[in-house]
């Protein structure tokens, strides 16, 4: 089976093919799935920051040329599609319909069936993929979602009398135990770039301010300097607003080298990070983390991880940096279980609403 995946959530348009390496669709998996094809055209950070109504624009506007290198690319023509899926949310409304309605036509022009895919399970499931994972604790990081997941049962049934519940049985979800209470990761690195008017102006130019900065540190033969930043952790919960709002002030005020204050703000806000998983790890007693998501290509992040996990005599794995972005491929693959395990939805149409734990998992 060849699965066409869109993506269109935020700032990436995305078109992935990925064959489920089987004869038949009775004898599909998507175990020893292959990526085909994975090509996407990203809206470039600015420091004006995303308008979405430019991000659908730029969208609409690539979206064709996008789908085109990717069957180019994989060697198929659109025709032999079996599946097309797409990334019904969560998302930005405007982003989410470009996406819908580019498959949606897919689909009735090919006369094969549309499949909605949870961006966040997407994001998971190509991890777990890539890294043969079985069970980890999930560790979600994004521009707009931070969040601290795994695998649980929960009971489900109608409850009558003294407890007892019709129908009774257990169905299996990501439990979120952990999450932003404000903005997501990604986004908060992506603002201090922004503000700080670093080049890049996002989170890419705050992990390399803050390594330039270690680095010439070292150089004259002494440590970083850390300067003292809210910490705020709340059970396994976090929130980032009041250390976004420290660091600018501080930077207006010249209370330390930019340098300085990027470091101090990525060692915070990932430590912050990696004691709510510490703590979920313990919780849930899984035996592997894994990172996923835009923010998991941040090497001091994995470094904190893998330290964390060694301690606690887990594995640690992080998806490979051309699967932690958003991406099609991992659309592909989540709508190809989605299909095979007959996850049935309310709804074909985008849902900005959606969660990581909002989607059953039969697999
Ligand atoms: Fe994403």
């Known amino acids: 089976m060849l699965v066409l995946g869109i993506e269109s959530t935020a700032h ?4 992935g093919i990925i064959d489920s390496s089987a004869q038949s669709a009775s004898s599909a998996s998507s175990k020893n799935a292959r990526v085909l094809s994975n090509e996407y055209d990203k809206y470039p950070s600015t420091p004006a920051g995303f308008i979405p109504r430019k991000l659908a624009d730029h969208h609409s506007n690539c979206a064709k040329k996008v789908l085109e290198n990717s069957l180019e690319k994989a060697g198929v023509r659109l025709k ?5 899926a797409y990334s019904q949310g969560p998302g930005i409304g405007a982003c989410l319909r470009v996406g819908y309605s580019a498959a949606r036509s897919l689909s009735l ?3 094969k069936p549309l499949i909605p895919a949870n961006h966040a399970v997407a994001h998971v499931e190509i991890g777990k993929w890539a890294c043969r994972c079985a069970d980890p604790l999930i560790v979600y990081v994004s521009g707009g979602n931070t969040q601290i997941a795994a695998k649980q049962a929960k009971k489900v049934g109608k409850i009558f009398g003294r407890g007892e519940r019709a129908n009774a049985g257990k169905k299996f979800f990501y439990h979120v135990f952990g999450e932003t209470l404000d903005v997501g990761i990604g ?14 102006p996002d989170a890419v130019g705050v992990m390399k301010k803050a390594g330039d900065y270690v680095n010439e540190r070292g150089k004259k033969g002494v440590g970083p300097e850390y300067f003292v930043l809210p910490y705020t952790v709340k059970g396994m919960n976090l929130a980032f607003s009041g250390l ?3 660091v ?10 930019l340098g300085g204050l990027c470091f101090s703000a990525q060692e915070t806000a990932f ?15 899984k035996r592997e983390v894994l990172l996923v998501g835009g923010v998991a290509r941040n090497t001091r992040l994995q470094k904190m991880y893998s330290l964390m996990c060694a301690e606690q005599g887990a594995r640690f ?14 659309i592909a693959l989540a709508g190809l279980k989605n299909y095979l395990a007959g996850i049935e939805f309310a709804s074909n149409e985008p849902n900005q609403d959606l969660r990581l734990d909002s989607q059953e998992i039969k697999w």
Do not use: W
Not at 80 to 84: A, H, K, W
């Open 248 to 257: 600018l002030r501080a930077a207006r005020e010249k209370k330390a080298s």
């Open 244 to 246: 976004q709002t420290a």
């Open 80 to 84: 032999e599609i079996d599946l097309v």
């Open 109 to 111: 022009l090919l006369g």
């Open 271 to 285: 430590a912050m990070l990696v004691e709510a998983s510490e703590r979920a790890l313990c919780h849930t007693a």
């Open 317 to 330: 794995a992080v998806v490979p940096p051309e699967y932690a972005g958003d991406q099609g491929a991992m």
């Open 187 to 200: 986004n908060f690195l992506d603002a201090l770039g922004r503000e700080l008017a670093l080049s890049p």
């Open 12 to 15: 990436t348009f995305g078109a």
